[in-house]
């Protein structure tokens, strides 16, 4: 197995990453959690409960809570970007090679069961699979779409990210305004607290506008233009704006839409936001493609999968993780209309309390084992991996 990364090592990029109790559970099984919880404080594995603020009121005291009472089962990560180099240490580091960006997948001249990826340096890599976890941007899925890819769209949302001490060291905290939403929560013990605020559009459909050609999807702005953006939301908030840099970044969020048919293509397969970018609202896409890797993890490497059925194999791991993560996709559209206050079912505070319920239980408590076995049991009935004899 080779791993091809497009930068130069594995760094902090990005705001935040939200692992929830199914990416917990995941990184548990491939035996990284505990090479993880070595590197991080012990407090950093908590609850995952929100407590919800009123953006246009003066109160400090939360809206409401959610859940309500959290459970030991509820328990997730609130990372920042480290998770990927922390991971690599977990790893056999010399599968790893850096400054590789794919270009394009092709079929080996030579060999039509054989894959050969094409690299920006000029060099190539011959493979047996291609697994393509190379973001929203992917070079992958064109590959398994068959034709030009059009499906990144900008989503009218903007995200504004910087550093900012408030106390919020026991529960993550959401401050909301009209199709605004402020999420703030702690990470490194407390010691960097993360503050991603939103200004959404939902008088367009996403993929109904695009960015200018060639406009860049993170770019600075002034701060003036920063505090426009949230006029009229209470105090904490102008403070906290206050306190943000003179030149903030924002972050044009795009999405994968409409959603892909099917991640898999031959030898070729889809994991991660090349598979399925979604809105961050749910906080479950880091989650989605760790699910994606741990099932391909146990097919690949099941004994009955051989370079003669892994293309059976491939459309079997599609099959089952197409309709899940594009449950959590339109799930996490919904929170965030929901968090903004601009829900069509309701946008009082009872209406979140209402639209809250229940609501994560469908992502935070799926078993992927059971997944599996769906998958290996279909791949024996269609005679792929041979049926089991007592």
Same mark, same amino acid.
């Given at each position: 197995?080779? %791993?091809?990364?497009?930068?130069?090592?594995?760094?902090?990029?990005?705001?935040?990453?939200? $692992?929830?109790?199914?990416?917990?559970?995941?990184?548990?099984?491939?035996?990284?959690? !505990?090479?993880?919880?070595?590197?991080?404080?012990?407090?950093?594995?908590?609850?995952?409960g929100f407590r919800f603020y009123d953006?246009?009121?003066?109160?400090?005291?939360?809206?409401?809570?959610?859940?309500?009472?959290?459970?030991?089962?509820?328990?997730?990560?609130?990372?920042?970007?480290?998770?990927?180099?922390?991971?690599?240490?977990?790893?056999?580091?010399?599968?790893?090679?850096?400054?590789?960006?794919?270009?394009?997948?092709?079929?080996?001249?030579?060999?039509?069961?054989?894959?050969?990826?094409?690299?920006?340096?000029?060099?190539?890599?011959?493979?047996?699979?291609?697994?393509?976890?190379? &973001?929203?941007?992917?070079?992958?899925?064109?590959?398994?779409?068959?034709?030009?890819?059009?499906?990144?769209?900008?989503?009218?949302?903007?995200?504004?990210?910087?550093?900012?001490?408030?106390?919020?060291?026991?529960?993550?905290?959401?401050?909301?305004?009209?199709?605004?939403?402020?999420?703030?929560?702690?990470?490194?013990?407390?010691?960097?607290?993360?503050?991603?605020?939103?200004?959404?559009?939902?008088?367009?459909?996403?993929?109904?506008?695009?960015?200018?050609? &060639?406009?860049?999807?993170?770019?600075?702005?002034?701060?003036?233009e920063m505090k426009a953006a949230y006029?009229?939301?209470?105090?904490?908030?102008?403070? %906290?704006?206050? $306190?943000?840099?003179?030149?903030?970044?924002?972050?044009?969020?795009?999405?994968?839409?409409?959603?892909?048919?099917?991640?898999?293509?031959?030898?070729?397969?889809?994991?991660?936001?090349?598979?399925?970018?979604?809105?961050?609202?749910?906080?479950?896409?880091?989650?989605?493609?760790?699910?994606?890797?741990? %099932?391909?993890?146990?097919l690949l490497s099941d004994p009955e999968?051989?370079?003669?059925?892994?293309?059976?194999?491939?459309?079997?791991?599609?099959?089952?993780?197409?309709?899940?993560?594009?449950?959590?996709?339109?799930?996490?559209?919904?929170?965030?209309?929901?968090?903004?206050?601009?829900?069509?079912?309701?946008?009082?505070?009872?209406?979140?309390?209402?639209?809250?319920?229940?609501?994560?239980?469908?992502?935070?408590?799926?078993?992927?084992?059971?997944?599996?076995?769906?998958?290996?049991? !279909?791949?024996?009935?269609?005679?792929?991996?041979?049926?089991?004899?007592?």
């Open positions: 197995m080779n %791993l091809f990364e497009a930068a130069p090592a594995f760094s902090e990029i990005g705001a935040g990453i939200g $692992c929830g109790p199914n990416a917990i559970s995941v990184l548990k099984k491939l035996g990284i959690l !505990e090479h993880l919880m070595k590197l991080i404080d012990p407090s950093e594995l908590r609850d995952r953006g246009f009121s003066e109160s400090v005291e939360p809206i409401l809570a959610y859940p309500t009472v959290p459970e030991e089962k509820d328990q997730g990560l609130a990372l920042h970007s480290r998770l990927p180099r922390r991971i690599i240490g977990a790893l056999d580091a010399s599968s790893a090679h850096f400054n590789k960006r794919a270009t394009a997948v092709t079929e080996s001249p030579t060999n039509p069961k054989r894959l050969v990826i094409h690299f920006q340096d000029g060099t190539t890599h011959e493979a047996d699979v291609v697994l393509g976890a190379d &973001g929203i941007k992917s070079t992958v899925r064109p590959y398994v779409l068959g034709h030009k890819d059009d499906r990144v769209k900008f989503a009218n949302t903007k995200l504004k990210a910087a550093g900012f001490k408030y106390d919020i060291s026991e529960y993550p905290a959401s401050v909301s305004g009209n199709s605004k939403h402020f999420i703030l929560f702690a990470i490194k013990n407390a010691s960097i607290i993360n503050v991603v605020a939103f200004d959404a559009r939902y008088d367009i459909e996403i993929g109904d506008q695009s960015l200018p050609e &060639g406009a860049p999807w993170v770019e600075s702005v002034t701060k003036n006029k009229g939301m209470n105090s904490s908030i102008m403070a %906290l704006l206050e $306190c943000m840099p003179e030149t903030p970044s924002k972050w044009s969020v795009h999405v994968l839409a409409p959603p892909l048919e099917s991640y898999a293509k031959g030898r070729v397969a889809l994991l991660g936001d090349a598979a399925h970018a979604m809105l961050p609202h749910w906080g479950a896409g880091a989650g989605q493609g760790l699910e994606d890797a741990y %099932l391909l993890v146990r999968t051989d370079v003669d059925n892994v293309e059976e194999v491939l459309q079997e791991y599609s099959r089952i993780r197409q309709p899940r993560a594009q449950m959590v996709w339109e799930g996490s559209r919904r929170s965030g209309r929901i968090y903004d206050l601009s829900h069509p079912d309701g946008n009082t505070y009872d209406d979140v309390r209402n639209n809250l319920k229940d609501m994560y239980a469908p992502v935070w408590y799926h078993n992927m084992d059971d997944d599996v076995d769906e998958v290996v049991n !279909e791949l024996r009935k269609k005679g792929v991996f041979k049926a089991m004899t007592s």
